[in-house]
């Protein structure tokens, strides 16, 4: 299993594949054991992959100090120069495309393409919803707000006709939950992340950006919504953006988005 120390933590990460770098950074909560996972995803077959667990997630370390989105950007940035990758694509998903915006900001040489999916800049852009609003809820409960809010679609009435459907959402967003849940330090580790996620504020520096970024995202997210992108869109100069049908999930939800995220990572998209 692939560990390494980086500024004294313990990164869980693994890389496969062949093809143009590609760092995957993912989003609240991730943990590569829960499937699918980026390395299942269609894209995974046309690059080699680097992806990991952040601090205070899945099976990396989960130190109860306070976490900045610094510090998230600059484990990016040591897990780099541990493997010796000086220079590669970079997409972030979710809260890790909050990283990747911290990421790119910081160290604009080690990126050479930048995709931020489904993601906000915080500031005068607009912030993702605060999940740690939602801290407090029971485990059922806190199903049931997620779900809505990662489709808007998915309203009362929605539910009501599909209901089978929703089961099998919520069954299967239960089963990602209970993935390492009784492991020491979870809730610390969770908890700390999402504390960082709230300070996250990247907006009126976006616009140092130079290389090439592709935002994409889903028309029904009520957890990153289309104004949050096109705030980014704005900010970042010869930025492209492009909605698709689904929610905070179009990954999964529209098949074309990872075709779209390839075209644009081979420069494809260029004028």
């Given at each position: ?17 062949i ?5 995957v ?14 390395f ?49 694509m970079v ?49 059922e ?28 959402l ?40 130079r ?12 957890i ?24 905070h ?23």
């Amino acid at each position: 299993m692939p560990f390494d120390i980086v500024r004294n933590i313990s990164i869980y990460y693994e890389i496969h594949g062949i093809g143009p770098r590609l760092l995957v950074i993912s989003g609240t909560g991730g943990d590569l054991r829960r499937k699918p996972n980026i390395f299942d995803a269609p894209i995974a077959g046309h690059f080699e992959i680097l992806s990991y667990d952040q601090r205070g997630l899945g099976q990396t370390s989960r130190p109860d100090i306070p976490y900045t989105m610094a510090d998230y950007a600059d484990d990016a940035n040591g897990l780099l120069d541990v493997l010796g990758w000086k220079r590669c694509m970079v997409m972030g998903i979710s809260f890790g495309g909050m990283v990747a915006q911290e990421f790119a900001l910081r160290y604009p040489h080690r990126v050479e393409r930048l995709v931020l999916a489904c993601t906000s800049s915080g500031g005068e852009g607009g912030a993702s919803y605060p999940f740690q609003e939602l801290a407090h809820l029971p485990e059922e409960d806190y199903i049931h707000h997620v779900l809505q809010l990662s489709d808007t679609r998915r309203d009362t009435t929605w539910q009501a006709a599909k209901p089978e459907k929703f089961q099998a959402l919520f069954d299967l967003t239960l089963a990602g939950l209970k993935v390492g849940a009784d492991e020491p330090g979870r809730q610390i580790g969770a908890r700390r992340q999402l504390e960082a996620r709230a300070g996250h504020d990247t907006y009126e520096r976006l616009p140092a950006l130079r290389m090439p970024v592709y935002i994409c995202g889903g028309r029904y997210d009520g957890i990153a919504t289309p104004v949050n992108l096109e705030a980014l869109q704005k900010q970042i100069p010869g930025a492209r953006l492009e909605l698709f049908d689904g929610g905070h999930l179009f990954l999964i939800q529209d098949a074309k988005a990872f075709e779209q995220i390839g075209v644009f990572l081979r420069g494809e998209l260029d004028d």
